[in-house]
Structure formats: structure tokens, C-alpha cells
């Protein structure tokens, strides 16, 4: 129950928080809120780890020990995580820098798409995305990339790796642009790569400007003018070229517009290495400097301020069984608006039920801690046992319902075979409790009695399968269904949908919530059905109220 994440890599680690910075005075403007988006390996776990440190989240005393298997023990608690050695749930950790509050929601790393990954994206205000200079963008990150396009949250680039033979500099921001349609703003300029690295340059600078090659090695310059016609690095072989790709970028790229990157058209890239500590100070100032605090909220009927008055705050993730031995569940809900006091009463929009909400977390770089105060784009974890639901809206008491924390329909559909008949009611709690938290989704066909299961990418098949059997004791197979697809059915015509219903009741199941769920073989059936009832709406997102 102590140890949560990547930190755990870290021996001795220790939180360092500043009590003020979390009092309401300061409020919601201190906050910043964001997610790291990547293609697996490109450096999010390293980057994380070293952001903490940077910040004095952490301290390392001693070095990091045994690094990759000991940290994959201690720090990813399912089992399944254990064997693929990815992390597939994402959890968040709160920090300070620079007289600010930083919120880090961790996205999860492997390639398959996830509704989690996307309600992630969905609570953050902005986002960074690491790419690795050799590989340049890579599939997930172009997918992450287009999820954060969608709200065109404003990205800042780090280009890791530079420590390593890569790409040029000059290449990998044309890239950028030409396969994200983005301007860049590089904040940061490699001086040679590989073996060749001699650190890095400050770009964006008025005034003095640090070459720096590693944590101790810093060289000042009066100006960005000055290094760039420093004579003995104008002839030397690896700062020379540098500098002239420097020069270059300088002469033809637009200078950083705080507004441009703000509504998502303009990245500032910081190129470094999080493996040796270089361009990470750099990125901290980037967020803290440029990134927006939080956001109005869409949400029914009109956007929550995060200056409003009343306390909100929306459910974006149900973590369950984080302990096995203590079977807890806990539920991240991200604060909308309000000053959040320990002990307060809130309202579930949904359920219309009042809970006391009277050990609130936040989580720190290694630890949880209660939360006494908490404000809009802060995260706090509510302990809870089933009460809330993904996308459930908290109140003091108004009707709100936040908006946009979709569920998508399932591209694959399978049966539940359970050999062992006597486990039929923890089977249906289990299914209802992943259910609750994302992981999967249930349908339970109209004929016929085994349960159907969905889901959007085929790791979450392995993820429910482990899951049941390790946290539930319940083995269970999956068998092939002969759907392929599932559309939630709805329309302004009852008599239709009845008529729908009635003729079709071998392709229909229930959703958790009771709701008609058409589950097609093909897409030329789901096309035939829509061409035949033409007063139906067949949806393949669903907004969780
Ligand atoms: P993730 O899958 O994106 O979380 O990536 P990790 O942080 O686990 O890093 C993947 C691999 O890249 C690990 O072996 C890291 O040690 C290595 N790595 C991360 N950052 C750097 C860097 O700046 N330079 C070099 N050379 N290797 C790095």
C-alpha cells in the first residue's frame, strides 16, 4: 500500500513538499496538470524518474540499483505487468517546481490502444511527448499524438537520447512538422550526437546562455550571438556543423508564441538526454514557464471554471486491488473547480447519492499522503467500494455532468467460459468490478446466459484473464464469439427501436447499465440493419454519465 511507482526505482527516496503551495489561497493557477506521451522505450519511465529528482521530488541517495529487474519487482504490481514488462496502469504523481504544483498522469506505455490511455488524455491540461532522436515519430506516439489533437492540448517535444547516434537535429524537427502538422520552436540545440556529444545550448535565451554536457560540466556565454561566433567552436569539427544547423533553425523557424503553442499548433522542442540528466532543468522551466494551468471543463449544462466557487471534479480512473492484500479501490478523480476540503460531502451526478469523502490522497513521487486541500487540476484518490464509476461527476450539490470521457465501442467480442460453475457470482463481481474500472466491457446477450466481453485493443484480453485469476480466483477461458463489433442502439422512435428489438433479439445484448447494446457480425450486417431501420442510431462512442 506504500510504494506506487516509478520512484520506487530510487533508493532512499524521500518527499520534499512545501505545505503552503498546497493551501487554497494559492489556488488553482498553480497547478499544472499534464501527461507524457511515447512510443514504448523511447525514454517516459527515465524522463518521469528524472523529472522528480530535477525537481527535488525525490533524492537520490546512492545510486539506483539494479535497475530494470529489481525496479520491474517492486514497481509494477500485476502480475501480467511482470511477464510482458510494461506498465500498463497509469497512475499519477504529484510534485513542486518552481513555486508550482505538478501534476504527472501516467499514460500507459504499450502499443495497444486503451480507453484508459484516452480518459487519461482527457483530464490533463497539457502534454509532453518524447520521442527518441534515432527513431524519430513513432506509431503510438503519432496515435497519442492525434488523442491530444483532438482537444489540441499543447505539447511540448523532448527529444531524447541525444547521447546516442540519432538523427539530425534539423531532420527530426522536420519531421515533427511535416507528420504532425505542427510549427516547432526548438528551446534547447544539440551540439553533436552520439559520441560526438559535447551538451547541449540554450535557444530561446535573452541574455546569457549555458552549454551544458552533463550535471556538472556548464560553460556560460554572454549571448546565444556570442557562443554562435565563438571562433575556436566555428572551426572546431563537431561544433561547427552544430552551430550552422543552429544557425540554420534560427533563420528559418518561428519564433516561440506562447498563444500558438497554447492552442496546440506550435511545439517547443527541448532536445536532451534523460538518461544523463541533460535538458531535463530545461523542460521543467518549459512547463512551468509556458504550459497552461488548468482549464474550463466541458461539461452540461455550461463548462465548469476552475475559478468557480462550488467544488467539482470528474472520475477518470478506477484503480482496483493496487494492494491484493488489502483490496482496496481506489478512485482519481481530477478536482474541475472549488477549493476540496478533507471531510467534505460530494454529490455522484450519476447515482444522485451523497458520500463523505473522508480520506482523500494525493500522491507523491513514492507516497500517498491525505489530502487536506485540493484544488482544480489536482488529483486526489477516493477510496472507495464501487460507489463511482469512470466518468461519475462529483458535486457540492449541482447538477453537473462533465462531458467528453468517452466509452468506445469494442473491435473485439468474446465469450466468457467459466469451467468451474461454483464461481458463477465472483465471476459476475469481477467482471462488474473491471468493468467499473475500464479494463474491459460486459454485454449479457438477450438469449442464451454466458456473458459477452469487450474490448478496444487484444492486451486487455490478457490483462482481464490475469486479473481474474490473481486477484479474483477466478480461472476462466475465452472462447471466440461471432460478433465482431457492437454499436449502441438508441432513437426519438420508441416504436421503432421496438421494432428493432423485436427482430432482432439473437444479435442483442445488455450494457452494465442496462442499456441495448446490437452486436454485429460484419460490418455489411451493422450496414444492413442501419439501412433497414433508418429511425435507429447506431453508436460506437458512448459518453459514461
Ligand atoms: P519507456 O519504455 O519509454 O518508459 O522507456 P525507458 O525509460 O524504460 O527507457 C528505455 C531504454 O532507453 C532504457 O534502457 C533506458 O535506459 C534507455 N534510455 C532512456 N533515456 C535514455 C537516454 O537519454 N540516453 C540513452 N542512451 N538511453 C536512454
Redesign the pocket.
Known amino acids: 500500500m506504500d510504494d506506487i511507482n516509478l520512484a520506487d526505482a530510487l533508493e532512499g527516496a524521500s518527499a520534499i513538499r512545501d505545505a503552503e503551495l498546497f493551501s487554497a489561497d494559492k489556488g488553482h493557477l498553480k497547478r499544472r496538470t499534464f501527461a507524457i506521451i ?10 518521469t524518474e528524472k523529472l522528480l529528482f530535477e525537481s527535488g521530488a525525490i533524492r537520490l541517495a546512492g545510486q539506483v540499483k539494479e535497475r530494470g529487474e529489481r525496479r520491474r519487482t517492486r514497481s509494477d504490481w500485476m502480475e501480467i505487468e511482470q511477464k510482458r514488462g510494461i ?1 500498463i496502469s497509469s497512475s499519477v504523481m504529484t510534485f513542486e517546481y518552481d513555486g508550482l504544483v505538478l501534476n504527472l498522469l501516467d499514460t500507459p ?1 504499450h502499443a495497444d490502444f486503451s480507453e484508459d490511455t484516452y480518459r487519461t488524455l482527457t483530464a490533463v491540461d497539457s502534454a509532453i511527448m ?1 520521442i527518441d532522436a534515432a527513431k524519430g515519430i513513432e506509431a503510438q506516439t503519432l496515435k497519442l499524438f492525434e488523442v491530444c489533437r483532438l482537444r489540441d492540448i499543447p505539447i511540448i517535444t523532448f527529444v ?5 547516434e540519432g538523427r539530425d537535429p534539423l531532420e527530426i524537427l522536420d519531421e515533427i512538422m511535416s507528420s504532425l502538422a505542427l510549427d516547432v520552436t526548438p528551446v534547447t540545440w544539440p551540439m553533436g550526437m552520439g559520441t560526438d556529444f559535447r551538451g547541449i545550448v540554450q535557444v530561446g535565451a535573452q541574455g546569457p546562455v549555458r552549454l551544458t554536457r552533463n550535471t556538472r560540466e556548464r560553460v556560460e556565454f554572454a549571448s546565444l550571438d556570442a557562443f554562435a561566433a565563438d571562433p575556436t567552436l566555428a572551426t572546431d569539427p563537431i561544433f561547427g556543423p552544430s552551430i550552422e544547423g543552429l544557425e540554420i533553425a534560427r533563420g528559418t523557424l518561428p519564433a516561440f508564441d506562447v498563444d500558438a503553442y497554447r492552442s496546440g499548433h506550435l511545439t517547443p522542442v527541448v532536445f ?5 540528466e541533460v535538458g531535463v532543468r530545461d523542460l521543467l522551466d518549459a512547463i512551468s514557464t509556458f504550459a497552461p494551468s488548468p482549464l474550463p471543463q466541458p461539461a452540461l449544462p455550461a463548462a465548469i471554471q476552475p475559478s468557480g466557487k462550488e467544488v467539482s471534479g470528474f472520475v477518470l480512473k478506477i484503480q482496483a486491488n493496487m494492494d491484493p492484500n488489502h483490496r482496496d479501490r481506489i478512485a482519481f478523480v481530477r478536482l474541475t473547480s472549488g477549493v476540496f476540503k478533507r471531510g467534505m460531502r460530494l454529490k455522484n451526478v450519476r447515482t444522485g447519492k451523497d458520500m463523505k469523502v473522508s480520506a482523500p490522497m494525493f500522491f507523491f513521487a513514492r507516497d500517498r499522503e491525505i489530502a487536506d486541500e485540493a484544488v482544480a487540476g489536482d488529483i486526489v484518490g477516493i477510496p472507495n467500494h464501487g460507489t463511482l464509476s469512470v466518468g461519475d461527476t462529483l458535486t457540492e450539490g449541482s447538477t453537473l455532468t462533465v462531458t467528453g470521457i468517452p466509452s468506445f465501442a469494442p473491435e473485439m467480442i468474446r465469450r466468457v467460459r467459466l469451467p468451474d460453475a461454483m464461481k458463477v457470482k465472483q465471476l459476475q463481481k469481477a467482471l462488474n468490478d473491471l468493468a467499473e474500472e475500464g479494463v474491459i466491457q460486459v454485454f449479457r446477450p438477450v438469449i442464451g446466459s454466458s456473458w459477452l466481453v469487450g474490448v478496444v485493443g487484444a492486451l486487455q484480453l490478457d490483462v482481464l484473464v490475469s486479473r481474474l485469476a490473481v486477484e479474483y480466483g477466478v480461472e476462466i477461458m475465452l472462447e471466440a464469439a461471432p460478433f465482431d463489433t457492437a454499436r449502441w442502439v438508441d432513437t426519438d422512435d420508441a416504436a421503432e427501436l421496438d421494432r428493432f428489438v423485436k427482430a432482432n433479439q439473437g444479435d442483442l445484448a445488455r450494457d452494465r447499465e442496462d442499456r441495448p447494446v446490437f452486436l454485429a457480425r460484419n460490418s455489411w450486417e451493422l450496414s444492413y440493419a442501419q439501412k433497414n431501420y433508418p429511425a435507429v442510431r447506431f453508436t460506437a462512442t458512448r459518453e459514461r454519465h
Open positions: 511515447s512510443h514504448p522505450d523511447a525514454g517516459k519511465t527515465t524522463l506498465s506505455g518524447v531524447n537520447k541525444i547521447d546516442r536532451g538526454s534523460a538518461m544523463r
